[in-house]
């Protein structure tokens, strides 16, 4: 006895169970993915320490430095003079590495006398207003500034301030030394190009004046301010104090991070780490660990899929089916009813259905094939009497008549047209054309196509020329390819601007094929049209294009002669649009056949 689909179904959820024992590693994943991120968090925490001691180290280096020429600076009475400061600090050579930008004495007022590079401005500029001036004027010792906005350079600075002290320990001036962060990094490189290079995000924050001293992607001349609140979560979670954790970055990306406060400058030392980059190893690990548990359920999960797959495949071939019925209107090739009782019953009504449709189908092909032969004879009688008439058989007409005579001329034969078209179509979705090529010569069939086609062109006012080789023969059917001509001139003609140009080329590509290209100087397919050009009653306006008129099966019509034609067709965009037909060019001495589908 077959098993029912729910009898399967009962079994690949048995399988799912093994989903269950995968849940009980998971908790042991969980445990080891905590124990990395906290490891990894350390390792953050360290790093940033590291990269904070290497500044502070840098200052503390370049504050001995001003400290011991801040000595010399007075007899142990009184302040040099002002000529006698300069000379001292022009000749610190081996200081201006540590302070580029330049050194200055001030009084004990705090107001610039004396400086090694002239600053504009300057001299004579008190600064005891700063507050660590003001620090240092209560403290007498050495002070390192928050970065401060210079008053003169206006860019961001670092003071260091040594006193000049008496031997009574009185304040005669201050030595102060000045780095112009926007030139000058004190930032230790080496670390932050390894954290580039191994994908860590390294970040260093100026929180009093809500910059980046370093952005985490290249040592910047110009500070860039912080993002506004919420808009970066790692630089907010550096700010909100906490030294270590788990942030989201945007995206659905997770972040490990570890931060440092250096008190010196204010600033924040940010490293982080994608949190998928954290948990690797654990992931690793508990992989191999759950490859044992899962051979143990192997056999059963085979099993289960074994079952699972015999139960779905005829649900995927009647798929298979129904899709290419979708695709294929005259494909009616019923299902197989196999399989379980469910899926043989679904395939007894969908047969039924095939059926039903099949029969529909005929029945509208022989209402379209019967319509069309009834009206075509009618009509044809219509158009000849309207003919005579138009011509002055039947003597001369009045202005206003002749113009209502042409006028149902005009609309008479654009109806007959749209029967030609619509038996034509009939007959190549039925398989019932038949195509008899004789030797033709390629220039007289675009001849008499663009003869055809020259008082359409002339009523639109445009031009036509032809580039085909006198010598250039094929066989072909001569009929079918003189309509897949007018098809493709007529529509060249509706979609060229007034006074423009269509041109019908023919050539031999390789050896045994023939291409014609018409090419008009309108706009070309429109895009979103493209892939509906062959489509039966597919019709293009897009713009200050001439709406088409017809059934919009010309182009439908080519494609199916076309391809009875063993050919193929096709368009490009350029300056225009380009249609082309490429077509077996078979040898002159072949013999003559029908082709029929």
Request: charged residues 20%; contains cysteine; proline residues 4%.
């Amino acid at each position: 006895m077959r098993l029912s689909l729910k009898g399967r179904i009962a079994l690949i959820i048995l399988a799912g169970a093994l989903l269950t024992v995968m849940a009980v590693l998971a908790t042991a994943y969980h445990s080891l993915v905590d124990d990395f991120e906290q490891q990894l968090s350390q390792r953050q925490t360290e790093e940033t320490v590291r990269a904070a001691e290497q500044v502070e180290q840098a200052l503390t280096l370049r504050m001995n430095a001003l400290e011991s020429v801040s000595a010399q600076l007075s007899d142990g009475l009184t302040l040099n003079t002002t000529t006698r400061l300069t000379t001292k600090m022009e000749r610190q050579r081996n200081l201006r590495r540590f302070f580029p930008d330049g050194l200055v004495v001030l009084d004990s007022d705090g107001t610039a006398i004396a400086e090694s590079i002239l600053v504009p401005g300057r001299l004579g500029t008190n600064y005891a207003d700063r507050a660590h001036f003001r620090q240092l004027f209560e403290t007498r010792q050495s002070v390192i500034s928050h970065p401060v906005i210079g008053r003169t350079t206006g860019a961001p600075l670092i003071s260091f301030l040594s006193p000049i002290l008496s031997d009574d320990g009185d304040l005669l001036g201050v030595l102060s030394g000045v780095i112009n962060l926007a030139q000058t990094s004190i930032l230790p490189e080496q670390r932050l190009a390894e954290a580039l290079r191994d994908g860590v995000i390294f970040k260093i924050l100026d929180t009093d004046n809500l910059v980046y001293v370093y952005n985490g992607a290249d040592l910047s001349t110009e500070l860039q301010p912080l993002p506004s609140p919420r808009e970066n979560p790692l630089v907010d979670a550096a700010l909100s104090g906490f030294g270590a954790g788990v942030t989201e970055q945007g995206a659905g990306q997770r972040l490990v991070f570890a931060s440092t406060h250096l008190q010196q400058l204010g600033w924040i030392f940010v490293r982080a780490v994608p949190y998928e980059q954290a948990i690797a190893p654990a992931k690793a690990f508990f992989l191999h660990f759950a490859g044992i548990s899962v051979l143990i359920g192997g056999a059963l999960a085979l099993v289960a899929f074994w079952l699972a797959w015999t139960a779905m495949r005829p649900l995927e071939s009647m798929t298979r089916q129904i899709r290419v019925m979708a695709t294929q209107a005259r494909n009616n090739q019923p299902l197989p009813e196999t399989g379980v009782s469910e899926v043989a019953r679904l395939a007894r009504a969908f047969n039924r259905l095939t059926a039903e449709r099949k029969a529909l189908s005929e029945i509208k092909d022989d209402f379209v094939a019967v319509v069309s032969h009834e009206l075509r004879t009618p009509l044809t009688s219509i158009n000849g009497a309207l003919k005579l008439i138009q011509s002055g058989a039947t003597g001369a007409l009045p202005e206003k008549t002749g113009q209502l005579t042409t006028l149902a001329l005009r609309n008479g034969e654009r109806l007959q047209i749209i029967i030609n078209d619509l038996l034509d179509f009939n007959k190549l979705s039925t398989g019932k054309m038949a195509l008899t090529p004789v030797l033709s010569s390629v220039a007289e069939l675009v001849d008499d196509a663009v003869s055809g086609n020259e008082p359409m062109a002339a009523a639109y006012r445009v031009q036509l020329r032809r580039q085909v080789a006198s010598s250039l023969r094929a066989r072909v059917d001569p009929l079918r390819l003189r309509q897949i001509l007018n098809n493709l001139i007529s529509n060249a003609i509706k979609y060229s601007p007034s006074g423009g140009w269509v041109t019908v080329r023919a050539d031999r590509v390789k050896q045994d094929r023939l291409r014609i290209t018409v090419s008009d100087q309108g706009l070309g397919i429109p895009g979103e049209f493209r892939n509906r050009l062959f489509e039966r009653f597919a019709q293009a306006e897009n713009g200050t294009m001439r709406a088409s008129q017809g059934t919009g099966l010309g182009l439908t019509i080519c494609k199916e002669l076309v391809d009875l034609m063993q050919g193929q067709i096709g368009y490009y965009n350029s300056d225009g649009a380009h249609l082309w037909v490429e077509l077996p060019l078979m040898a002159p001495g072949g013999a003559l056949t029908t082709l029929a589908r």
